[in-house]
């Protein structure tokens, strides 16, 4: 009898997001990788070769022994939490008669879907009488340099010289290190972005893969498949478009945080972060699709490539590093959410020319308020101009010029480039958008009067103009972008 055993780390972002100080951010995320690969291998001491998934926060591992399997799923939940304290550990077990099966998985996944939905106590609670960390409300354990330290904290602190993660990313010029600051990230103004990027759809591509060399080397190829890629398209993006700041600093304006599976999450100056981001997206789909042919052929694929979205949360340096990952996932989801609706919509419109996979798009967002809020209250209470139901969520952004599906990236920067031409009435437009939310006629008479002063920016300016059908104006994206390049506020 063998045994399929499955492991997901919850609370990561969490975790890794629990104060705004980068070095406890970056010692989090090493600790973070350790629990899915090295750890989980000195702990386990199980044959590498039965090791189906290690990594981002998800293990799936085939077992010979029942006495391993009672081994694990009873301590290693508690190892792990020792390792990261405020993470928990949902675990799944299938039993396997003969060889693993396309069934077995989908078995073990529902099993997995339905303990991550039951409540897992925190192992480690402490008395009312013990005070606190004033970062993150955790029971302190000592006092550093007069500071108040929990658990979690010294570890992170004692992981943030190990370089786990940095070596993922590898740069021409290795001279250059990476921030151990925000401020080394931070440029004339004080915006960062934290982005966050998923694959679309694997499950399905996973359900679809060939097995005639057998389960577990098929789901085995994979894994490695997705984590090589990732990492591939996370080196192209960044050799292509972070540079080190040339103000005397020697770091490189860039963090990374999550590099595993099919997941991205990082930190970066929000000028470079559209840029960083559709490079991403668009070396991860070629680095998929090659790879995919290599290891599967032509001939045994349904699907011969895959995509993913992304959400860019364009925050203060000072802004709670949790709710901006938190919005970042979310415009991720909303991106994923779209471009699915998108894709079948044009699939079904169409006889030639469907496509496989999901189009491949960007969704971001400028925070402008102290307001911690959901992307759908944002949606609600900033993105709509309800007195002339107006809606300034134009995105998300194909990263593909191509189709006329949806709106691209290249579409958007062609605004911009115009928003950012000589005399052009870049202060109207912000009015413009302001008198929308209070009264269309008013706002109206404002936009005949610009394009009375401005007839040679008529054409141009159209663009900005929204359609009586979607009711959508690109402008509000556009002046988003263009304060955070040129420094704005």
């Known amino acids: 009898m063998k045994y399929l055993y499955g492991a997901s780390v919850q609370g990561i972002q969490s975790f890794i997001f629990e104060t705004n100080e980068l070095s406890d951010i970056i010692g989090a995320s090493e600790i973070v990788e350790y629990i899915c690969t090295k750890a989980f291998k000195e702990f386990n001491n199980i044959d590498k070769d ?3 998934l290690s990594a981002a926060g998800n293990i799936r591992i085939l077992v010979n022994d029942i006495k391993d399997i009672e081994q694990l799923v009873l301590k290693f939940p508690k190892y792990a939490q020792e390792l990261a304290p405020g993470i928990t550990i949902s675990q799944a077990v299938v039993e396997i008669t003969n060889e693993l099966k396309k069934e077995d998985i989908i078995t073990l996944e529902k099993k997995l879907k339905i303990q991550r939905n039951k409540i897992n106590r925190f192992s480690f609670i402490s008395a009312l009488g013990i005070e606190r960390s004033r970062k993150s409300g955790n029971s302190a354990i000592c006092r550093l340099k007069n500071v108040l330290e929990d658990k979690s904290s010294i570890l992170k602190k004692g992981k943030s010289n190990d370089t786990q993660l940095e070596k993922k990313i590898i740069h021409k010029d290795q001279k250059f290190t990476f921030p151990r600051n925000l401020s080394d990230i931070t ?27 057998g389960v577990k080397q098929s789901l085995s190829s994979f894994s490695k498949i997705i984590e090589n890629s990732t990492l591939k398209a996370a080196n192209t993006a960044f050799n292509e478009y972070i540079k080190p700041e040339v103000n005397n600093k020697k770091y490189y304006p860039f963090r990374p945080v999550i590099i595993g599976g099919d997941d991205l999450t990082v930190i970066c100056r929000a000028d470079i972060a559209i840029h960083f981001t559709k490079s991403f997206l668009e070396n991860f789909e070629i680095e998929t699709s090659k790879a995919l042919l290599e290891n599967f052929g032509t001939k045994n694929l349904k699907y011969k490539k895959i995509t993913a979205c992304a959400g860019i949360a364009f925050v203060k340096e000072k802004y709670p590093f949790h709710y901006a990952v938190t919005l970042a996932e ?22 030639e020319n469907k496509l496989d996979y999901v189009i491949p798009s960007i969704m971001f967002h400028k925070t402008t ?7 759908k209250e944002i949606q609600q209470r900033e993105l709509m101009a309800n007195a002339s139901n107006v809606d ?14 949806m709106s691209s990236i290249k579409y958007l ?9 000589h005399d052009f009435p870049r202060s109207g437009l912000r009015k413009w958008l302001s008198l929308l939310h209070s009264n269309e006629n008013t706002a109206n008479q404002l936009w005949d009067r610009i394009l009375q002063i401005n007839k040679s920016y ?19 994206d556009v002046l988003s972008i263009l304060s955070l390049t040129k420094g704005g506020s």
Do not use: M
């Open 458 to 476: 008529k054409n141009k300016l159209e663009k900005f103009y929204y359609d009586n059908e979607s009711r959508q104006t690109i402008a509000y």
């Open 392 to 405: 300034f969520c134009f995105g998300p952004y194909a990263i593909e010029n191509d189709l006329r599906i």
């Open 369 to 375: 308020s102290s307001f911690v809020n959901s992307f």
């Open 187 to 213: 440029d004339k103004n004080s915006w960062i972005a934290v982005i966050h990027a998923d694959g679309n759809d694997l499950g399905k591509t996973i359900q679809a893969l060939p097995t005639n060399k």
């Open 50 to 52: 039965n090791i189906i």
């Open 413 to 421: 920067y062609s605004c911009i480039y115009d928003c950012n031409l």
């Open 330 to 351: 979310e415009l991720c989801s909303y991106a994923k959410k779209i471009s699915k609706e998108k894709t079948k919509e044009h699939n079904l419109k169409t006889k």
